[in-house]
Structures are given as C-alpha cells and as structure tokens.
Nanobody, 122 residues
Framework: QVQLVESGGGLVQAGESLRLSCAASGLTATMGWFRQAPGKEREFVASISGTGSNTDYAEFVKGRFTLSRDTAKNTVYLQMNSLKPEDTAVYYC??????????????????WGQGTQVTVSS
C-alpha cells in the first residue's frame, strides 16, 4: 500500500497563506485533501485526478485554495490563501488507485496520511 506523508501545516493569522504537501511512496490515481475540526466530521476539501488535469473543490475553499500535482514526484500541493479561523482543522491527504476520478467520499480513498494541523488565529 502506498504511504502518504504530509507536511506544511502550522499556525498563521487570518488572511495569511500556507502550502501543504503530500508525498506518495508510489503511483496513485486521484488524490485528495480532507479536513477534520474538533467535534466535527471529516469533510472533503479538494481532489485532483491522476494526470492533474481535473480538480474539484468544496464550495468553502473555491477561489482561496489551489490543488496541484507533480506527477514525476508523486506529490500534490494544496496552496491555501486568505485563510480564515474556520479553516482550522487537521488536514489529511488521501489517495485512491482507480475508478472515476471524481469523488468526494472518504470511503473511496484507500490510503491516508497521518494528518497535519492547520491553525488560523483571528
């Protein structure tokens, strides 16, 4: 099974930016980011197809977050701009190995990273 290693989380002030990275130990198809705030369920943030040509974003991050992919490095990058306190959560990288690229269900992803904390202060 492919291992996913996330990096780039931290503490920032509202309006600032962070970039999360997720490196996969092998080939994957769709990769995505989910987040989970204390007391809340894990929610979809963004996903990108295996070739990087298709992306999908949750409404609450559209225009602020950008997901990109370096297929040569098996790495995806989540650029997060204009961060808000409500973006505070543990962010998880996830990967799947086939099927249609478009999905927002965490059940469709077979591998998960350990999570990285993002904290946005007001």
């Amino acid at each position: 099974q492919v291992q996913l290693v996330e990096s780039g989380g931290g503490l920032v002030q509202a309006g600032e930016s962070l970039r999360l990275s997720c490196a996969a130990s092998g080939l994957t198809a769709t990769m995505g980011w989910f987040r989970q705030a204390p007391g809340k369920e894990r929610e979809f943030v963004a996903s990108i197809s295996g070739t990087g040509s298709n992306t999908d974003y949750a409404e609450f991050v559209k225009g602020r977050f950008t997901l990109s992919r370096d297929t040569a490095k098996n790495t995806v990058y989540l650029q997060m701009n204009s961060l808000k306190p409500e973006d505070t959560a543990v962010y998880y990288c996830a990967a799947r190995y086939g099927g249609m690229w478009y999905t927002r269900s965490p059940n469709d992803f077979g591998s998960w990273g350990q999570g990285t904390q993002v904290t946005v202060s007001s």
